[in-house]
């Protein structure tokens, strides 16, 4: 089988993170897998949103922080979905914060932006 090329973003999440249902309230993201550690906080997980997989790993000697802690996030992640406002509204209903409202662009694009529980910014998107 060949792969189909694709960005599978991975997302920093604080060492000790034991909770990531926000994905799955604020996207309908479903769980591929979660490996947990002795713990039972979250080492990796893969979730996948409407065919689109991403990762959420806990901080690493490689990654070595998390948005949080920085006060800004080093990524903004484009999400490109049918019914911006009906998304956007539903992530800031799973505990997103609004960091711009839902508006129509000259360029032909429709965003609003929001920053996840986690501090990771996310651009809800859709080419008119």
């Given at each position: 089988?060949?792969?189909?090329?694709a960005f599978?973003?991975?997302?920093?999440?604080a060492?000790?993170t034991?909770?990531?249902?926000f994905y799955?309230?604020?996207?309908?993201?479903?769980?591929?897998?979660?490996?947990?550690n002795?713990d039972?906080?979250?080492?990796v997980a893969?979730?996948?949103i409407d065919?689109?997989v991403?990762?959420?790993h806990?901080?690493?000697?490689?990654?070595?922080?998390v948005?949080?802690?920085?006060?800004?996030?080093?990524?903004n992640?484009?999400?490109?979905v049918?019914d911006v406002h009906?998304?956007?509204?539903?992530?800031?209903?799973?505990?997103a914060?609004?960091a711009?409202?839902?508006t129509d662009?000259?360029?032909?694009?429709?965003q609003g932006?929001l920053i996840?529980?986690?501090?990771h910014?996310?651009i809800?998107e859709k080419?008119?």
């Open positions: 089988m060949k792969t189909i090329t599978a973003p991975v997302l920093v999440i060492n000790g034991i909770n990531i249902d799955k309230a604020a996207f309908n993201a479903v769980e591929n897998f979660c490996l947990r002795d039972g906080s979250i080492h893969e979730l996948v065919g689109a991403f990762h959420l806990e901080i690493t000697a490689f990654s070595r922080t948005p949080a802690t920085l006060g800004k996030g080093t990524v992640i484009g999400l490109f049918d009906a998304v956007f509204n539903q992530a800031i209903a799973a505990g914060t609004g711009m409202p839902v662009f000259d360029y032909g694009y429709r932006e996840d529980p986690f501090g910014k996310w809800i080419k008119l």
